[in-house]
């Protein structure tokens, strides 16, 4: 079993529509939750971070972190194609700097 | 203004050979990665030097050695090259490397497409 479990789609979606992305993990001891976006043929970019639980809000993009499941989610508001990328989840403890990846979940927004 | 560079960009190259990519990163950071994205996206770290210093060294054949010759850069060389070796590497750089219970963001280059023939 992984250490993150990411379900890698793809996911198709039109324009305008509300995506949910979300990630399971095992290891209790992840404190740094994050979400990463690649784009084709490009390097991934940090798209949210946040510490330990709770819910962290910018612009359209929401994450939220459920430390008790194990479970972290990603919601995409009013997307747009622009949003077409693949969505890696990463976490990491508080040392180390180590950062473990899901698989990322291929995204299409259809215009 | 490229933050995090990486060269060359693509590399072909024939089973068995030795070859090297650069990654060069000009934010000043002290932290730099090697990481290995294969055919299926999965993305796994291989390397991390902090000041010249290996600090993360995962389960990687011995054909791989990192050498960080100062801060900014962090090159990675391939001994003996296999199909399986086949994939995209990543550099990335971050502020510092966790240590203090402090997370920061790690910035990633454009990749270095890898193909073994």
């Known amino acids: 079993q992984k250490e993150v479990e990411q379900d890698p789609g793809p996911l198709s979606v039109p324009e305008g529509a509300i995506v949910s992305l979300n990630c399971t993990y095992s290891?209790?001891?992840?404190?740094?939750f994050m979400w990463y976006r690649q784009y084709s043929r490009k390097g991934p970019e940090l798209l949210m971070y946040t510490y330990s639980s709770g819910n962290k809000e910018d612009g359209r993009f929401t994450a939220q972190v459920d430390k008790s499941s194990k479970y972290i989610s990603l919601f995409i508001r009013d997307s747009q194609p622009s949003d077409s990328a693949t969505y890696l989840c990463a976490m990491g403890r508080n040392q180390g700097g180590k950062l473990i990846f899901g698989q990322g979940t291929e995204l299409s927004v259809k215009p | 203004d490229t933050a995090v560079s990486q060269t060359p960009k693509y590399l072909v190259t024939q089973m068995g050979n030795d070859k090297s990519i650069k990654c060069e990163q000009n934010?000043?950071?002290?932290?730099m990665y090697w990481y290995k994205q294969d055919s299926k996206k999965f993305l796994k770290i291989m390397f991390s030097?902090?000041?010249?210093?290996?600090?993360i060294n995962e389960t990687v054949p011995n054909r791989f050695s990192p050498k960080s010759p100062d801060k900014a850069h962090l090159n990675l060389h391939i001994n003996s090259l296999e199909l399986g070796d086949s994939a995209v590497y990543f550099c990335?750089?971050?502020?510092?490397?966790?240590?203090?219970?402090?997370?920061?963001?790690?910035?990633f280059g454009p990749g270095t497409r890898l193909t073994v023939l």
């Open positions: 030097y902090n000041n010249k210093e290996l600090i």
């Open positions: 990335a750089s971050s502020q510092a490397n966790g240590r203090g219970g402090n997370y920061n963001e790690q910035f």
């Open positions: 934010l000043g950071h002290d932290t």
């Open positions: 290891n209790s001891a992840f404190q740094y």
